[in-house]
T-cell receptor, first 109, second 116 residues
């Protein structure tokens, strides 16, 4: 069973700061997912990656397969980035996801 | 496209009552999933279905049954609700096949269930 660990659990930062959230997993995976959950509960997929790096706007996700580690970065953070960020591992095919416990991010103006 | 829809949004049950949570997707996805989310535990997989007519247990299947009625719909049934099943339930779908590559999952809005 894959164990997915995220850090930090909680993060409060000032608007404009560079944010990094870390995720590690215990066994090999097919892909690593980053998800966002806003207050109110909806869950949205941000990235799915199996190697290297992906970028959408101010969000960047990287993965190091050898070290079993992924990071989510937010550049020029904004209060609207306040949310819970969740990483999840998938073993391939139709397998369900194994989730980390989430990072609660608050960006203060 | 509505994406993934779930009904109901909220439900309160008494211990021992039964109910079915409904999920439907209009993206022609092959795979569908039921997760529960509890404070401090994160999201956990209850059951999943790789195709119409097939279902498999996830991490926490006890106390639940599922039906993949057709390609669009995947329901979750609680036969005799217990307070430990108080949770937020999310349905998700993916274009993934039973084996092969991973694909992005799309989540429904969730059902908040309280069992008293």
């Amino acid at each position: 069973k894959n164990e997915v660990e995220q850090s930090p659990q909680n993060l409060t930062a000032q608007e404009g700061e560079f944010i990094t959230i870390n995720c590690s997993y215990s066994v090999g995976i097919s892909a690593l997912h980053w998800l966002q959950q806003h207050p109110g509960g909806g869950i949205v997929s941000l990235f799915m990656l199996s190697s290297g790096k992906k970028k959408h706007g101010r969000l960047i996700a990287t993965i190091n397969i050898q070290e079993k580690h992924s990071s989510l970065h937010i550049t020029a953070s904004h209060p609207r980035d306040s949310a819970v960020y969740i990483c999840a591992a998938s073993g391939g095919g139709a397998d369900g996801l194994t989730f980390g416990k989430g990072t609660h991010l608050i960006i203060q103006p | 496209n509505a994406g993934v829809t779930q009904t109901p949004k909220f439900q309160v049950l008494k211990t021992g009552q039964s109910m079915t949570l409904q999920c439907a997707q209009d993206m022609n996805h092959n795979s569908m999933y039921w997760y529960r989310q509890d404070p401090g535990m994160g999201l956990r997989l209850i059951y999943y279905s790789a195709s119409e007519g097939t279902t498999d247990k996830g991490e926490v299947p006890n106390g639940y049954n599922v039906s993949r009625l057709n390609k669009r719909e995947f329901s979750l049934r609680l036969e005799s609700a217990a307070p430990s099943q108080t949770s937020v339930y999310f349905c998700a779908s993916s274009t993934a096949l039973a084996s092969g590559n991973s694909y992005e999952q799309y989540f429904g809005p969730g059902t908040r269930l309280t069992v008293t």
